[in-house]
Nanobody, 121 residues
């Protein structure tokens, strides 16, 4: 059974920091590209970070670039999202998303259930 479990969410003041974690099991984690995505009420789902299977390549949208950093440890089957200088607009449920990164598993698509991040004064 494949499972992705996010943790590390919580409530912080504007300007604060949080580290989110994604623990994966039931799959060969190094064969999957990972994205972090977020969903706020009344808004479309938005990706906030991408990391390649090896971890050599990362990407971010302009909305979080310079504030968020994604990393992964394939030996530990974990990915992380370090968030700093948080803004109220960052308030959302954050999800870990694993997509097959090889020809053999490119149809695989797995999601965690999410962790809440709330940024308010």
């Amino acid at each position: 059974q494949v499972q992705l479990v996010e943790s590390g969410g919580g409530s912080v003041q504007p300007g604060g920091s949080l580290r989110l974690s994604c623990a994966a099991s039931g799959l060969v984690f190094s064969n999957y590209r990972v994205t972090w995505e977020r969903q706020a009420p009344g808004k479309e789902r938005e990706w906030v970070a991408l990391i390649s299977t090896s971890g050599h390549t990362t990407g971010y949208p302009d909305s979080v670039k310079g504030r968020f950093t994604v990393t992964r440890d394939n030996n530990e089957n974990t990915a992380h999202l370090d968030m700093s200088d948080l803004e109220p607009e960052d308030t959302a449920v954050y999800y870990c998303h694993a997509r097959g990164g090889t020809f053999q598993n490119e149809a695989d698509d797995y999601w965690g259930e999410g962790t809440q991040v709330t940024v308010s004064a």
